[in-house]
């Protein structure tokens, strides 16, 4: 890996989340460094989408903290965390079915926009700017992601693998710090994940963004990770390289499973 | 006070037939997902018919068969023209549908029977009770109680099919998730069919009730407009709901036409009646903000 | 081979930001401007502007503003009729009560109490959703309209609420031919119709449009819903209450809360279902449709019963109506559901090829 790790700028610690009684996650602790490519596995219902979603905010931890740039913070909601510079996608793809894909885009940048809805309707001076700006920068991310020739398509009709690098569009078209991917290459077939991967990288590389990435394809994650956490039934039961984890006799017992 | 527990119980009389239509709702929402905002056009045509089946000169109870022979198919039309075509598309979408269907039917129904309002007999009268005349000095209306009784009585006969018949349970399964059941054998085509058979024939009981005590006219179909409240307080897919939603929005509606009126008119002079057209839809919302999912219904919960 | 974009490239982002980018459309769009504002005050005679055009274009400006709140916004709503009463009952109030109050303040003003108004009542969107907000818009309707009917103060103490509104002046021209009340209702209709498609592709557009697809996503990208749907419902509102407004001063004359019922409500849903839900084209062709519809089944269907020699009275001539209405509901729901504005693109879509057939 080419880029410099940095310091660490998300650090989770002692996270318990329960809903009614049942207990998601117990007392998870882990960091996650700048720069970096920081893979969460396990088996389903380990509780990692949990995970993605107590940092950016779908979910309250009942306990814990969550530190973000050396701001301690019990939990944020989501509106804080988009502005803190976190942006996700999601295990099943929510994108915004009845829009095209440019119109995804530029909801991405959302929080960037500053005319108010009057300005809007009068199309005028700022708003307009804004708007082409905007345009830009999306533009920029579509080039990017090799997708001009969707961009009026609404996204309801994109087959599947399209539409995930859409989600993943709109993730980037808020210029993110962190990116959060829950299963970015679920149901994707071989050639669809190589280019996904190659994306990832890539942002990771040119823009210098962090990742946290959920994903059950040992292949991928050994591959591109620079560190990995592993869950199991709510509990942390392995956090560290690659090769580390991958050895580790729980990790296997749990989830890998052995070479007979 | 005597007074105020005449009110009381009539509006809890008036509440238990407010149930009975809900029930319709609450049936076809449990079995097919789709809520079905006709159900007050079905219960109008439920009434006419067997008023109309009577005028041909059938006896109540051959006219009640034929009635709910005709409210049998005209659910199934429903599901086989209207709802199967859009099992795709979004409830929203559903619910639209049955709005225009409400329509259609509102224009069918004096199409064929005729518009006039008509007198339903069936044998019932309104009048006080005179054991609680005499003993409590309170008007109790006789009618208003059998017709609590009957409705009681049907409501807990479908709670029990419900929870307790295999096709109570299959209808259950079907109203979760349709491939599921499909995929289980449970034949969906005949559980519509009787899914819609049972709402009809709530539709023509609360018709039949409810045109009696009225007289059957279109003013019917408002009513059956109150069922909503109905539903929101008790939940959209509970039996036992429709029956507490019911007996709270017939007792408060009634209350608060007797009581609160004067309030108003010595505040700002002037005839406040009429208070019964919003109150129970008011009382929804205040519900809704509280307890969105009414009293007895399930949690909706978006997973991401 | 009129309708070809071959040679129209956009340049910079600007034009293809257009409305209209295609030069034809907005060729279309100038003539079709032209007619209704200069050949058509020459043409038309007075049944057509009091029967027609003027509630066809009040209409559609109530269809927008329904449509911006449950096409563009996802926020179902039957009591639109309700915030045009508001409107109407608003204007009244400040025209009749402040001297010498411009119309066109009166609109402004009616339109922003309309938009209070759906606000409070925008609240609970907040925690409700689909059909159940749809119940709790059922609440404002008949509670507005209750209020209307009760409360004397606000219909200058006419008994059972009917007020007849003052004629329409502005710095002295009055507006009491159907040509002129027609001009005025175009202008005003033309220009909120622009700004609210300014609107709606605009990022409070996609805002509200990302609270209607997954609110949950929205939230996750930073959208605040409370705003977006409050604002939904604040200019809807303030759409129904100025076309409210038009509807008093410009078309009737004189209106009763009882007019403003339920099925009014219901009459501006269908417009939308049938000319398109999230389509401010959609609801002119909507409008229209629902507006021409009885009047083409009065003409036609007594003309039908003569010819099968079948008994037609009025009543079964409504009767009718209240059946095809609701077939056609049905109808668009099932084969078309995004309505008539879909059928216009595809329409035009096929002219981009004609005469070649793919």
Excluded at chain 1, 114 to 141: D, I, S, T
Excluded at chain 1, 173 to 201: H, S, W, Y
Excluded at chain 2, 224 to 246: C, D, E, M, N, Q
Excluded at chain 3, 195 to 202: C, E
Aim: glycine letters at 10%.
């Amino acid at each position: 890996m080419a880029r410099q790790i940095g310091d660490v700028i998300l650090d989770l610690r002692n996270i318990s989340l329960s809903f009614g009684g049942v207990k998601a996650l117990t007392d998870i602790s882990f960091d996650v460094r700048e720069h970096e490519i920081r893979a969460i596995i396990g088996p389903n219902g380990a509780g990692k989408s949990s995970m993605l979603n107590v940092i950016n905010g779908v979910y309250h931890p009942q306990q814990g903290e969550i530190i973000f740039r050396g701001e301690h913070r019990k939990d944020m909601d989501t509106h804080e965390a988009a502005a803190a510079g976190f942006a996700r996608t999601f295990q099943n793809i929510a994108l915004f079915k009845g829009m095209s894909v440019l119109d995804n885009l530029m909801t991405g940048r959302n929080l960037k926009m500053k005319a108010n809805f009057m300005q809007h309707a009068l199309w005028w001076g700022p708003a307009k700017r804004e708007e082409l700006e905007h345009r830009k920068k999306v533009e920029e991310v579509i080039d990017f992601l090799e997708i001009e020739h969707i961009r009026k398509t609404p996204v309801g009709r994109l087959p599947y693998g399209l539409q995930k690098r859409v989600e993943l569009g709109r993730a980037l078209a808020a210029e993110p710090q962190i990116l959060l991917l829950d299963e970015p290459m679920a149901g994707m077939n071989v050639e669809e994940k190589q280019d996904m991967c190659r994306f990832i990288l890539d942002v990771n590389d040119q823009l210098g963004t962090t990742i946290v990435l959920i994903e059950h394809d040992m292949g991928v994650v050994m591959d591109i990770s620079d560190r990995v956490v592993v869950l199991d039934y709510g509990k942390k039961i392995g956090d560290g390289v690659p090769d580390e984890v991958k050895n580790n006799p729980e990790v296997i017992a749990a989830y890998l499973g052995t070479q007979h | 006070m005597q007074f105020f527990l005449e009110v009381l119980i009539g509006g809890l009389l008036s509440g238990v037939m407010y149930s009975l239509v809900a029930l319709g709702f609450v049936l076809i929402f449990k079995a097919s997902g789709v809520f079905n905002f006709a159900q007050g056009a079905m219960v109008y045509f439920a009434a006419l018919s067997l008023v109309g089946c009577m005028g041909m000169g059938a006896p109540l109870w051959l006219a009640f068969i034929l009635a709910f022979v005709i409210m049998t198919l005209l659910g199934i039309a429903t599901e086989k023209f209207v709802l199967r075509k859009m099992v795709n598309q979004a409830p929203i979408a559903l619910f639209m549908a049955t709005i225009g269907l409400s329509f259609f039917i509102e224009g069918l129904a004096p199409l064929l029977w005729g518009n006039e309002v008509r007198a339903l007999d069936i044998g019932l009268v309104d009048e006080p009770i005179p054991w609680i005349l005499d003993n409590f000095n309170m008007v109790v209306s006789s009618f208003d109680l059998t017709a609590a009784g009957l409705a009681l009585g049907l409501v807990a006969l479908l709670a029990l099919f419900f929870q307790y018949t295999r096709v109570g349970r299959a209808l259950r399964a079907v109203a979760d998730d349709h491939q599921a059941a499909l995929s289980i054998g449970i034949p969906l085509q005949h559980i519509w069919a009787l899914v819609w058979a049972v709402a009809g024939f709530v539709a023509l009981v609360a018709g039949m009730l409810w045109g009696s005590r009225n007289g059957v006219q279109f003013a019917l179909t408002f009513t059956a407009l109150k069922a909503l409240p109905v539903l929101i307080l008790g939940g959209f897919t509970s039996v036992p709901g429709a029956i507490v939603g019911g007996l709270i929005i017939g007792a408060s509606e009634k209350l608060a036409e007797i009581y609160i009126p004067p309030v108003m008119a010595g505040w700002f002079g002037g005839n406040f009646g009429g208070i019964e057209g919003w109150f129970p839809y008011v009382m929804a919302l205040l519900f809704l903000l509280v307890r969105p999912e009414g009293l007895f219904g399930e949690k909706h919960i978006d997973r991401v | 081979m009129f309708y070809r974009e071959t040679g129209q490239f956009k340049t910079s982002y600007a034009a293809d930001q257009q409305i209209f980018p295609i030069r034809q459309d907005r060729i279309g769009v100038i003539l079709l401007l032209l007619v209704a504002f200069i050949v058509v005050p020459l043409v038309a005679g007075n049944y057509w502007f009091n029967a027609i055009l003027i509630p066809f274009l009040i209409f559609s400006l109530a269809a927008l503003g329904l449509n911006i709140l449950t096409g563009y916004a996802g926020q179902l709503s039957l009591g639109s009729a309700a915030f045009m009463a508001v409107g109407a009952y608003a204007a009244y109030n400040f025209q009749v009560r402040v001297e010498g109050m411009p119309i066109l303040v009166s609109f402004i003003l009616a339109g922003l109490t309309a938009a209070g108004v759906g606000i409070l009542f925008g609240l609970p969107s907040l925690r409700i959703k689909g059909f159940y907000l749809a119940v709790a818009t059922l609440a404002a309707q008949f509670f507005i309209v209750w209020c209307l009917t009760k409360f004397p103060y606000l219909s200058n103490n006419s008994s059972s609420g009917v007020i007849s509104v003052p004629g329409v002046e502005m710095l002295g021209f009055k507006f009491d031919t159907p040509q002129s009340r027609y001009l005025l209702v175009l202008t005003i209709v033309v220009v909120l119709a622009l700004l609210a498609k300014n609107m709606v592709r605009s990022t409070t557009g996609r805002a509200w449009m990302a609270v209607r697809d997954m609110d949950v996503a929205a939230e996750v990208i930073g959208i605040r819903l409370m705003r977006t749907k409050l604002l939904a419902f604040a200019v809807s509102s303030f759409y129904c209450g100025v076309a409210g407004a038009m509807y008093a001063f410009l078309y009737l004359g004189s209106v009763e809360p009882d007019g403003f019922s339920l099925d009014l409500s219901f009459k501006i849903l269908f417009m939308i279902i049938v000319g398109g839900v999230g389509s401010v084209l959609g609801s002119f062709l909507g409008a229209a449709f629902i507006l021409l519809l009885p009047i083409f089944l009065d003409i036609s269907l007594p003309a039908l019963a003569a010819a099968l020699h079948l008994p037609f009275d009025g009543a079964t001539v409504s009767h009718i109506q209240l059946m095809i209405f609701g077939a056609l509901i049905m109808f668009f729901l099932i084969v078309e559901p995004h309505g008539l504005a879909r059928l216009w693109q595809i329409g035009k879509e096929k002219l981009r090829l004609w005469p070649f057939p793919h």
